[in-house]
């Protein structure tokens, strides 16, 4: 992979309380921050493997990143404005940008370099998308960070976000390319599902099974 590109990820420090609230319950606080934890080390972990690539973590809060690691302070507002505030901050000229949360720990190097490869080939897209199950988004990739813009004024946390951040994309005469989708982490159920796809080893996986009981009516 070219060092032209990066790698964001949107992070907010796992503290008791301010963190996958929607795990409590059955978790308590302090159990859902330790799943929060593991999920931003493991995605960290995957784009720390990927080779000569940018990393930066835009954060809410203090924790800390491995070496490698550039750490930006998250800015305040509403979740669309700190999107396009990430896209803005970490722009690198002639640089293209996938920007991703901490909500989808099952994420691998291979699926992040597929989708930077896509913006830097001379022929590709000038964004790319990857929707997340239950309707918002969990990657957006773009060769310039300009139309990040259009993020302050979608709606976020919706059944639809995803789907009007394709249709702003293609407004604003981008051609895009849909990346796989993922599910992501809010519920219990979810983090039981994702836990299940995660790599051996995964610390999101070992934090689930110690911190989020099985109950009944988990899913979906």
């Known amino acids: 992979m070219s060092d032209r590109g990066q790698i964001v990820v949107l ?3 796992p503290v008791p309380g301010r963190v996958k609230t929607r ?9 859902a921050a330790t799943v929060a934890a593991a999920a931003l080390d493991d995605t960290m972990d995957a784009v720390s493997s990927m080779p000569a690539v940018r990393r930066s ?4 809060g ?16 509403a979740l669309g404005d700190r999107l396009a505030g990430a896209f803005a ?3 690198v000229a002639g640089a293209a940008t996938v920007l991703v949360g901490m909500d989808t720990p ?11 490869g896509l913006l830097v080939a001379p022929a590709g897209p000038d964004a790319v998308l990857g929707l997340a199950d239950d309707g918002g988004w969990w990657a957006l990739g773009l060769r310039e960070p300009g139309p990040a813009e259009l993020l302050r004024d979608i709606p976020t946390s919706t059944s639809v976000t995803g789907a009007l951040t394709l249709a702003a994309l293609r407004a604003y005469g981008l051609t895009v ?3 796989p989708s993922l599910r992501d982490v809010d ?5 039981h599902a994702v836990a299940a796809c995660c790599a051996p080893g995964s610390r999101f996986a070992r934090a689930v099974a110690g911190n989020v009981p099985v109950t009944t009516g988990v899913g979906r």
């Open 177 to 179: 390319e849909q990346l």
């Open 89 to 91: 901050d970490t722009a």
């Open 57 to 60: 973590l835009v954060l809410d």
């Open 106 to 116: 099952q994420l691998t190097a291979a699926q992040l370099d597929a989708a930077l």
């Open 11 to 13: 992070a907010k420090a």
């Open 23 to 31: 795990l409590c319950p059955p978790c308590t606080p302090r159990q």
């Open 62 to 77: 203090r924790y800390p990143a491995p070496p490698g690691w550039r750490i930006l302070r998250q800015r305040d507002g």
């Open 187 to 191: 519920t219990a159920g979810d983090a």
